[in-house]
């Protein structure tokens, strides 16, 4: 069946250091969300990849979706205490039902 | 607007016993969805509805039941809770096949 993997599952760095999580998908996506998660909280919606090969930024996050549509990554410059929280990509088969398969999360710790 | 609404926040349930889980958008989204999360782990989709009248099973729909009667409203509803559904469910909705936006959600634990 459709399954999206998501590494690493976990990672605590210094603040400063970059971060990255991959996400991939056994078949091809329609498009792939990334959320994030507080602790204790809700998931928020960050991002949408829908084209081939398409690179978005929001500051200091940079959102990749691969050439196949099949993997993505998300990479933190230099991290900050604020970005604390699990990050999980979101994978749309399609069928316009916006059904989504979420990945497992990467948990990211940032050490002051 | 409030977004998304679940009530109750928390609950525990005994075996056996039955529940209804409660969500409410005030966006106007014709896209609605119940998850599940187990502790550590990812979201699994329980149900969904694309429009008032139109349910489909998700991932994992056993053990639930669905209704959608009006653009607003998407309870969820358990019968014979069992331990295995001890888990926090999200409520989510969409205007269309895009951003999800989520509720509080409600942490459920069956004894």
């Known amino acids: 069946g459709q399954q999206v993997m998501q590494i690493p599952q976990y990672q605590h760095v210094q603040e400063g250091e970059d971060f990255t999580t991959y996400c991939n998908s056994s078949t091809t996506l329609s498009n792939i969300q990334w959320y994030k998660q507080r602790p204790g909280g809700h998931p928020v919606f960050l991002i949408q990849?829908?084209?081939?090969?398409e690179v978005k930024k929001q500051k200091r996050l940079t959102f990749q979706f691969g050439e196949a549509k099949k993997n993505s990554s998300l990479h933190i410059t230099a991290t900050q205490t604020t970005d604390v929280g699990t990050y999980f990509c979101a994978g749309d088969y399609g069928g316009a039902t916006n059904k989504l398969i979420f990945g497992t999360g990467t948990l990211l710790a940032v050490q002051p | 607007n409030a977004g998304v609404t679940q009530t109750p926040k928390f609950r525990i349930l005994k075996i056996g016993q039955s529940m209804t889980l409660q969500c409410t958008q005030d966006?106007?989204?014709?896209?609605m969805y119940w998850y599940r999360q187990d502790p550590g782990m990812g979201l699994k989709l329980i149900y969904y509805s694309v429009g008032a009248g139109i349910t489909d099973k998700g991932e994992v729909p056993n053990g639930y039941n669905v209704s959608r009667s009006t653009t607003e409203d998407f309870p969820l509803r358990l019968e014979l809770a069992a331990p295995s559904q001890t888990s926090v469910y999200f409520c989510a909705s969409s205007y269309y096949t895009d951003t999800q936006y989520f509720g509080p959600g409600t942490r459920l634990t069956v004894l």
């Open positions: 990849l829908v084209k081939s090969g």
């Open positions: 966006m106007n989204h014709n896209y």
